[in-house]
């Protein structure tokens, strides 16, 4: 329930002139504050205040406004909580499970996001990608839109083919980083990892490997398929164990797309032929490519490579190839990137729009990177975060902290860990660095997942102890005469939620949705401290059964949207 429209809109009718719901905000001595009459009496000559005075002085308090003042140039609006609990508790409790969820639209967002090299498991530095993409899908659906997920696999180049190799020389596996990791020696992406390690050695060693290698990529990139099963083939083993850990995350993909097959249909040697009939395209001693600095793009050498000396294609020309494919796809085009990948990512955008015409822009939603607990890892050297290690970890630490508390049982071990993970994460802008520490991601107080699942918990044994269907309590059964400011402000947090699902899907930032819970926990636990329930006056208890049954079923649809569960009994 947008409170703040209706607020804007009577602004308008009492001045006539046009008002911005941007000058609609909440106040620290009122429900709502409108700065307008600022604007609005400067371009007339007024004084502020005389004119918000006499604005103030047409609205009559109706409907969801019970009051109307106006204090130093500022409009400051109180609500008739009575009508406000009425309206929001109808919506919330008719809609259920649905409350908040957009109309259908039109279109078709093709989301690409993670894609990580198929070099070694999924490492804690790369899962924040997994994390917000995942939950910008959850909250696109959720707003009305058809979502299709992509997961881009870089199966061709170096990395994979010193794989490839190594796994056909059958190049023994370290035994150190193999004792480090002895726990999943069997996973898929171990394995994998593994050989990468010791393939890596022996290539920064010995140059006949080296010498394989190259002509391995070359064979491969000519379209030799032996070479490209070959290459392909390593990156297909990793990429099932790396699936295994994204379905224990909750995560799906609708569609994995592999660099190779840009290569076996002959794409890309479409898209260099289409580059090189550009003005701008290049060749120089470290290869051919685009120069770009009429764009802004300096490179050292003069270009942006797309091509090697030896005619072997780099990653820009097959990811500007994949983009053209993406494009055929769908009506709106967003990626989940790496900070570290901003150049890259402004050059394919110039490419695509300014050389190839293409007139579908592409969103790009960066993010800064994760540091746990302040250590460095390299998957090259054999020291990783693996995600796999690190859910291990925290369902074993959330096992502890249930036994230290006497709260729940460790079968909500997983639930409690996994979902302390992804909201540690998913709580911070995108474009703000993290550094993940157990202490505050597992922590039962403050800004976290298992506060928030809590207070669900909460919800639930409240309702399981009324014995009382609520969705049959009707609201002429209740009385909506709020007493106290913890009551209101639960009603009034409730009220936000289809407007925090609006502005997370314009922005494309989970974490509003991560900051809203907290909010709305927080004023529950103001309520549930202050507003007994089950022993309160009939229509008093339904009023607020109502309450805990919405903030219970609120709270369930947000932490969905973050792809984090929400058990019914801690």
Same mark, same amino acid.
């Given at each position: 329930?947008?409170?703040?429209?209706?607020?804007?809109?009577?602004?308008?009718? $009492?001045?006539?002139?046009?008002?911005?719901?941007?000058?609609?905000?909440?106040?620290?001595?009122?429900?709502?504050?409108?700065?307008?009459?600022?604007?609005? /009496?400067?371009?007339?000559?007024?004084?502020?205040?005389?004119?918000? !005075?006499?604005?103030?002085?047409?609205?009559?308090?109706?409907?969801?406004?019970?009051?109307?003042? $106006?204090?130093?140039?500022?409009?400051?609006?109180?609500?008739?909580?009575?009508?406000?609990?009425?309206?929001?508790?109808?919506?919330?409790?008719?809609?259920?499970?649905?409350?908040?969820?957009?109309?259908?639209?039109?279109?078709?967002?093709?989301?690409?996001?993670?894609?990580?090299?198929?070099?070694?498991?999924?490492?804690?530095?790369?899962?924040?990608?997994?994390?917000?993409?995942?939950?910008?899908?959850?909250?696109?659906? +959720?707003?009305?839109?058809?979502? @299709?997920?992509?997961? +881009?696999?870089?199966?061709?180049?170096?990395?994979?083919?010193?794989?490839?190799? &190594?796994?056909?020389?059958?190049?023994?596996?370290?035994?150190?980083?193999?004792?480090?990791?002895?726990?999943?020696?069997?996973?898929?992406?171990? #394995?994998?990892?593994?050989?990468?390690?010791?393939?890596?050695?022996?290539?920064?060693?010995?140059?006949?490997?080296? !010498?394989?290698?190259?002509?391995?990529?070359?064979?491969?990139?000519?379209?030799?398929?032996?070479?490209?099963?070959?290459?392909?083939?390593?990156?297909?083993?990793?990429?099932?164990?790396?699936?295994?850990?994204?379905?224990?995350?909750?995560?799906?993909?609708?569609?994995?797309?592999?660099?190779?097959?840009?290569?076996?249909?002959?794409?890309?040697?479409?898209?260099?032929?289409?580059?090189?009939?550009?003005?701008?395209?290049?060749?120089?001693?470290?290869?051919?490519?685009?120069?770009?600095?009429?764009?802004?793009?300096?490179?050292?050498?003069?270009?942006?490579?797309?091509?090697?000396?030896?005619?072997?294609?780099?990653?820009?020309?097959?990811?500007?190839?994949?983009?053209?494919?993406?494009?055929?796809?769908?009506?709106?085009?967003?990626?989940?990137?790496?900070?570290?990948?901003?150049?890259?990512?402004?050059?394919?955008?110039?490419?695509?729009?300014?050389?190839? &015409?293409?007139?579908?822009?592409?969103?790009?939603?960066?993010?800064?990177?994760?540091?746990?607990?302040?250590?460095?890892?390299?998957?090259?050297?054999?020291?990783?975060?693996?995600?796999?290690?690190?859910?291990?970890?925290?369902? *074993?630490?959330?096992?502890? *902290?249930?036994?230290?508390?006497?709260?729940?049982?460790?079968?909500?071990?997983?639930?409690?860990?996994?979902?302390?993970?992804?909201?540690?994460?998913?709580?911070?802008?995108?474009?703000?660095?993290?550094?993940?520490?157990?202490?505050? /991601?597992?922590?039962?107080?403050?800004?976290?997942?298992?506060?928030?699942?809590?207070?669900?918990?909460?919800?639930?044994?409240?309702?399981?102890?009324?014995?009382?269907?609520?969705?049959?309590?009707?609201?002429?059964?209740?009385?909506?005469?709020? #007493?106290?400011?913890?009551?209101?402000?639960?009603?009034?947090?409730?009220?936000?939620?289809? #407007?925090?699902?609006? @502005?997370?899907?314009? /922005?494309?930032?989970?974490?509003?949705?991560?900051?809203?819970?907290?909010?709305?926990?927080?004023?529950?636990?103001?309520?549930?401290?202050?507003?007994?329930?089950?022993? $309160?006056?009939?229509?008093?208890?339904?009023?607020?059964?109502?309450?805990?049954?919405?903030?219970?079923?609120?709270?369930?649809?947000?932490?969905?949207?973050?792809?984090?569960?929400?058990? *019914?009994?801690?």
């Amino acid at each position: 329930m947008d409170v703040r429209e209706e607020v804007r809109a009577r602004v308008e009718a $009492a001045c006539g002139e046009e008002v911005s719901l941007d000058e609609v905000r909440e106040s620290p001595v009122a429900d709502f504050g409108c700065s307008a009459a600022f604007r609005i /009496a400067k371009k007339n000559g007024r004084n502020p205040v005389d004119y918000a !005075g006499e604005v103030a002085s047409k609205m009559k308090p109706s409907g969801l406004i019970g009051r109307v003042e $106006a204090v130093n140039g500022y409009l400051n609006f109180h609500l008739n909580y009575e009508e406000f609990a009425r309206r929001v508790l109808h919506e919330t409790n008719s809609k259920g499970q649905d409350y908040g969820r957009g109309k259908r639209k039109p279109g078709k967002v093709i989301l690409e996001h993670t894609s990580v090299n198929p070099t070694g498991p999924v490492h804690v530095g790369r899962l924040r990608n997994t994390m917000i993409g995942d939950s910008l899908r959850r909250i696109l659906s +959720y707003a009305g839109f058809h979502v @299709e997920t992509h997961y +881009y696999v870089n199966d061709i180049g170096k990395q994979v083919a010193i794989i490839a190799l &190594g796994l056909k020389e059958g190049i023994s596996p370290p035994t150190d980083v193999v004792s480090e990791y002895s726990g999943y020696k069997d996973h898929e992406d171990f #394995e994998v990892f593994f050989t990468y390690v010791s393939a890596n050695r022996k290539f920064e060693e010995d140059e006949g490997f080296q !010498g394989k290698v190259q002509t391995l990529i070359q064979d491969a990139e000519s379209g030799n398929a032996k070479s490209l099963d070959e290459i392909t083939g390593a990156a297909k083993r990793c990429l099932l164990g790396q699936q295994k850990t994204f379905s224990r995350l909750g995560i799906r993909f609708d569609v994995f797309d592999f660099e190779s097959d840009d290569i076996r249909n002959g794409s890309v040697d479409k898209t260099m032929e289409r580059l090189r009939k550009s003005g701008l395209f290049k060749e120089t001693e470290v290869g051919s490519g685009l120069d770009l600095s009429s764009f802004g793009i300096e490179k050292q050498g003069g270009i942006s490579v797309l091509a090697r000396k030896d005619g072997t294609s780099v990653y820009l020309a097959r990811d500007v190839t994949y983009h053209l494919r993406k494009v055929g796809l769908g009506d709106r085009l967003i990626n989940v990137l790496g900070e570290d990948h901003k150049l890259e990512a402004t050059e394919i955008r110039i490419i695509l729009e300014e050389i190839l &015409g293409i007139k579908k822009p592409v969103e790009v939603v960066h993010f800064s990177f994760v540091s746990f607990e302040g250590e460095k890892f390299s998957t090259r050297r054999g020291k990783i975060a693996a995600v796999e290690v690190l859910l291990d970890e925290a369902v *074993e630490k959330a096992a502890e *902290e249930i036994k230290s508390r006497g709260i729940a049982d460790e079968s909500t071990a997983p639930i409690i860990g996994v979902g302390a993970v992804k909201f540690s994460i998913l709580k911070i802008a995108p474009n703000k660095p993290i550094t993940f520490k157990w202490s505050d /991601a597992l922590s039962f107080e403050g800004e976290t997942a298992p506060y928030i699942q809590y207070s669900h918990a909460r919800s639930c044994r409240i309702l399981e102890k009324a014995n009382v269907k609520v969705e049959r309590i009707k609201l002429d059964e209740c009385n909506f005469t709020l #007493e106290n400011d913890e009551e209101k402000r639960l009603v009034k947090a409730l009220s936000e939620f289809p #407007e925090k699902i609006e @502005e997370a899907m314009k /922005a494309l930032r989970p974490d509003i949705i991560a900051q809203y819970l907290l909010k709305l926990t927080s004023a529950y636990g103001g309520f549930y401290m202050k507003c007994p329930v089950l022993d $309160a006056q009939e229509k008093v208890k339904n009023r607020r059964l109502l309450l805990v049954h919405a903030t219970k079923n609120t709270i369930k649809r947000g932490l969905d949207l973050l792809g984090i569960e929400s058990p *019914e009994r801690m």
